[in-house]
């Protein structure tokens, strides 16, 4: 199963853009990126996926790089309750492998 | 929509006994996972129901722990008997379908202090 590194943390001023990068060297062809994040004490929850093409919805943007090796996640705008641990997660067939993610901390 | 529903959210038990967790998933998801969460990892899929069979239970470990979907709905997650190092947070989520293309909705886990 392709793995994926991230930075163990980032901070971030409220209000400013975010960029969270994260590798995936060894990604398939059929591999689809997915981020989800996880808030304290709550279940992860879904912020984006894409295969190829950048992919923009509500909550962020993904960019992934022509090669596939890796993608940054976009937060537009970071606000506090945008403290997390941001997940990057390569789906083979079916089954996720969640690393130990990037906790981002979002300074007022 | 009502999200995924996990109960009890705490539990503290002792080595050696036993315990169990209830999972409802969203209405009409087909696809029910377990994962197993320690303190500062990310989670860790125990076992996977497609429906009421098992897709994937390779990580499950099977001396001690079993787990349940009767007619394809609600789900029971047991560990008998429990050890120290399975203090974590067990996480139950669902998607509509399996495969990649469907988000995972998540419950809010429930937290296992084995003493």
């Known amino acids: 199963d392709a793995k994926t590194t991230q930075p163990n943390s980032m901070e971030s001023n409220e209000e400013e853009p975010v960029h969270l990068p994260c590798n995936h060297s060894?990604?398939?062809?059929?591999?689809?990126i997915h981020w989800y994040r996880q808030l304290p004490s709550q279940g992860p929850e879904y912020v984006i996926h894409?295969?190829?093409s950048n992919v923009n919805n509500r909550m962020a943007s993904l960019a992934i790089a022509e090669d596939r090796k890796s993608s940054t996640l976009i937060l537009h705008r970071a606000t506090l309750r945008d403290a997390a641990v941001y997940y990057c997660?390569?789906?083979?067939?079916?089954?996720?492998?969640f690393g130990t993610g990037t906790r981002l901390k979002v300074l007022a | 929509e009502a999200g995924v529903a996990q109960s009890p959210r705490y539990k503290i038990i002792e080595k050696r006994q036993s315990v169990a967790f209830w999972c409802n998933p969203i209405?009409?998801?087909?696809?029910l996972y377990w994962y197993q969460q320690i303190l500062g990892q990310g989670p860790k899929l125990l076992i996977q129901?497609?429906?009421?069979?098992?897709?994937?239970d390779s990580q499950l470990p099977k001396d001690r722990f079993s787990a349940e979907r009767l007619k394809g709905v609600d789900s029971t997650l047991k560990i008998q008997p429990a050890k120290l190092e399975d203090s974590a947070v067990y996480l139950c989520?669902?998607?509509?379908?399996?495969?990649?293309?469907?988000?995972?909705?998540f419950g809010p886990g429930t937290r296992l202090t084995v003493t």
């Open positions: 209405s009409g998801h087909a696809t």
């Open positions: 129901f497609q429906n009421n069979g098992v897709v994937d």
């Open positions: 989520a669902s998607s509509l379908r399996g495969g990649q293309f469907y988000e995972q909705y």
């Open positions: 997660i390569l789906s083979g067939t079916y089954k996720y492998i």
């Open positions: 894409g295969l190829t």
């Open positions: 060894t990604i398939s062809g059929t591999d689809y």
